[in-house]
């Protein structure tokens, strides 16, 4: 019954934000209500994706606020595939996607390199460090290369980090974890939809 009431939410959010994911960009879909968006043409052990997002919650409770992309091939770019390969040019367009709900430090990892993005602000302390992050030895290294950045990035802001190792724990989220899961990424996708919509919607009094 749990399952079957989550399937029906599920249903009718997905009438409402059919048109938020238009644009077929999976990752910002993800980073409104999340820290990180893996991958999914490459599946990463759940300790490891653990690790990281462990990191990213320590960076963030000590004042470094940063969300990651993990872009592993073309595919996970869904509609956007013209932006593959171009690490900087897409962390400028889905911090434009995420902007109506988060305008933090967003951070892109690609085979291809690192992209990075603060919303209006000037990206350019951060790329200076990021020079010295070398790029991904191949896709299994995506989440290795995100947790020095993220160290070299939080440590330029006067935030020390560390990723902790995360036991593998061997869990299944099953069917109800995963509707759960896809529910909040429609529900979030949702209200951006409501949002743009009051803004077209708006007209200034004359």
């Known amino acids: 019954m749990r399952a079957a009431a989550l399937i029906a939410t599920l249903l009718a959010a997905a009438a409402l934000a059919g048109t938020a994911r238009a644009d077929g960009d999976p990752a910002s879909d993800y980073l409104l209500s999340q820290k990180a968006f893996f991958p999914f ?38 509609a956007v595939t013209s932006l593959w390969g171009q690490p ?82 061997g869990r299944s989220y099953g069917t109800i974890g995963v509707i759960a899961g896809a529910l909040a990424v429609i529900l979030g996708a949702a209200a951006v939809v409501l949002l743009l919509r009051r803004r077209r919607n708006f007209s200034p009094a004359s």
């Open 41 to 78: 043409s490459v599946k990463y052990p759940q300790n490891r994706q653990d690790q990281l997002s462990a990191l990213l919650a320590d960076a963030n409770a000590k004042g470094y606020p940063i969300r990651v992309a993990l872009i592993a091939n073309k595919s996970d770019l869904g």
């Open 88 to 169: 900087r040019t897409y962390a400028h367009f889905l911090g434009q996607e995420l902007t109506f709900l988060y305008k933090g430090p967003l951070l892109v990892v690609m085979p291809a390199g690192l992209g990075f993005n603060h919303g209006k602000q000037t990206t350019t302390r951060e790329y200076a460090v990021l020079k010295h992050v070398p790029k991904p030895a191949s896709t299994d290294t995506l989440i290795d290369t995100a947790e020095l950045a993220v160290q070299k990035l939080a440590a330029a802001h006067g935030v020390t980090v560390a990723p902790q190792a995360v036991a593998s724990s």
